[in-house]
T-cell receptor, first 113, second 114 residues
Framework: DQQVKQNSPSLSVQEGRISILNCDYT??????FLWYKKYPAEGPTFLISISSIKDKNEDGRFTVFLNKSAKHLSLHIVPSQPGDSAVYFC????????????FGPGTRLSVLP | DSGVTQTPKHLITATGQRVTLRCSPR?????VYWYQQSLDQGLQFLIQ???????AKGNILERFSAQQFPDLHSELNLSSLELGDSALYFC?????????????FGPGTRLTVL
């Protein structure tokens, strides 16, 4: 049973437009969420995080929104750039999980020039 | 470059064999984590070590084991390999254990079991 879901395996966006990547979770105990980005032949790299006490966190072109009642979070990238083309993983954690994150299956973003 | 190194990059072996994957964490990081990524799957947490001691276990098979040495490098041992063990294996490290410490990932080891 997947506790963290990313229902879109892939997404294509035009350069300069907004990319919206979605993530849903089932475990209401999750209270910390992260997005990781992964390029081919590299390990995932941390992008942005959000705690459940917030509903929005912004870092430059990247904003993560959290809707706890819907158990849904999204990553917005504005404006999208070709270098953003990668696989994006959503991950969640809870106090009783310690440092252990549950990852979603990933969404492959392609930003077209 | 995350500062986490993993060797080897690629490993091809046969069913029933045993392999060892190696990970060196970032300098100063005490926690090491192992993840498995199968085709089209997210990263599955396997096991965590902190300063030489096992801290948490995830979906790790009994055929798999790991350890963290005094110099903080870690090894993941996979035995009696099956075709389904073919995957990318990632190691990550963080400075401490406990909540919400960013994990830095290595480039992974791609294991192919024939």
């Amino acid at each position: 049973d997947q506790q963290v879901k990313q229902n879109s395996p892939s997404l294509s966006v035009q350069e300069g437009r907004i990319s919206i990547l979605n993530c849903d979770y089932t475990n209401s105990m999750f209270d910390y969420f992260l997005w990781y980005k992964k390029y081919p032949a590299e390990g995932p790299t941390f992008l942005i995080s959000i705690s459940s006490i917030k509903d929005k966190n912004e870092d430059g072109r990247f904003t993560v929104f959290l809707n706890k009642s819907a158990k849904h979070l999204s990553l917005h990238i504005v404006p999208s750039q070709p270098g953003d083309s990668a696989v994006y993983f959503c991950a969640a954690s809870a106090r009783n999980y310690g440092q252990n994150f549950v990852f979603g299956p990933g969404t492959r973003l392609s930003v077209l020039p | 470059d995350s500062g986490v190194t993993q060797t080897p990059k690629h490993l091809i072996t046969a069913t029933g064999q045993r392999v060892t994957l190696r990970c060196s964490p970032r300098s100063g990081d005490l926690s090491v984590y192992w993840y498995q990524q199968s085709l089209d799957q997210g990263l599955q947490f396997l096991i965590q070590y902190y300063n030489g001691e096992e801290r948490a276990k995830g979906n790790i098979l009994e055929r798999f084991s790991a350890q963290q040495f005094p110099d903080l490098h870690s090894e993941l041992n996979l035995s009696s390999l099956e075709l389904g063990d073919s995957a990318l294996y990632f190691c990550a490290s963080s400075a401490r254990t406990g909540l919400y410490n960013e994990q830095f990932f290595g480039p992974g080891t791609r294991l192919t079991v024939l």
